[in-house]
C-alpha cells in the first residue's frame, strides 16, 4: 500500500518522549509523505533529536510558529499552530507535486504501533463515509495498561482525517478541544467519525497531563463552556470527576466551567456545533449512561 496521508506533530519540550516518536513514525509500516513538527519554541533539548531526524529523513520537516507561547497552551494557540502545520505542509506538498488523500496529526509523548497509520488506512478504503478516525489510546501508567472507557469518539492525539472531510470542515478549528469541535463538523457535514481496536497507540500521560492536575481541569472546563456544553451536563460531569482520581478535578472543571459562565465569557461561533454540545451531546450521553446501566442489570440476574 503506497504512502497517502501527511503528518503534523507539535511538541513543547517533549525530550524525554520526541526520540521514541521519531522512531515509531520511521518505523511505520507506511510512513507519511510528508511530516511537519512544529517545534513551539522548546526549552529543552527536543530540538536537537529533530534536527538528526531532518538529516536522515528527506520527508520530516520542522518549523516554528509565527506566535510564541512561554508556556505550554491548550486553548487557542495549539490549533492555531497546528493549522500552521498543515498549511506548511499543503504548500511543500504543492510545491513537490506530491498528492495526498489523509491528514493526520499525532501528539509528541505518543507511540503508535508500527503498523498504525496503515490499519487505519484500511478502515477509510473499507467505508466511504469515514470522515475521521483513531486507534485507540493505552495510558502506560506504574506498570498498567489503562484503556479507555468509552469507544466510540476518535481520540485527539493521534488522528487521521480524509482530506475532503478536513477541507469541507475549514482545517483545524480554532477552538478549545479542537478535536471534538472537528469531530462534530464531521458528523454535521454527513461523515462518520470512529475510534477502532484494530489499532493503538501509547502514552505514559494523561491528556493536557504536561501541566499540573488542578490546571489541566480547568482549562477542561473552560473548554466544554466555550463549545457549547449546557449547564447541566458540566454540574453532572463536575460531579463525575469528583469521584475519581485527582480528588481536585471535579472541582477546578467547575471552576474553569462556571468562572467563565459569570464572566459571560464568548462561546464558539459556530451555532451549529454550539447547538450539538448543549443538546445533543447530553442525550448521548444520558443514552450511553442508560446502556451501561441496563447491562450491568441484566448481568447481576
Partial sequence: MPSNYILVTPIKNEEKNINALINSIVNQTICPILWVVINDYS????HMYISEAEKKYPWIRCIKPASERKERDLGFHLPKIMQEGFDFAYKVCKSKNLS???VGNIDGDIQ????????????????SKLGVASGTPVIECSGELIYPKTVEIPSGGAMLVSKNCFEVCGGIPCSYSYDSVLN??????????KRFRSAEHHSTRYARGADNDWKRYVTLGKSHYYIGYNSLLAILKGINFSFTSPRIAGLAYVYGYMGDTLSLKKKIPDKDVQHYFKYKKFTEIASRHLNNFSHSKKRSL
Wanted: zero cysteines; glycine letters at 4%.
Fill in 112 to 127: 503508535p504501533d508500527k503498523d498504525y497509520f496503515e490499519n487505519l488506512i484500511k478502515e477509510f478504503k473499507i467505508n
Fill in 184 to 193: 462534530v463538523k464531521a458528523r454535521l457535514n454527513g461523515w462518520e467519525v
Fill in 100 to 102: 495526498f488523500d489523509y
Fill in 43 to 46: 526549552t529543552d533539548n527536543s
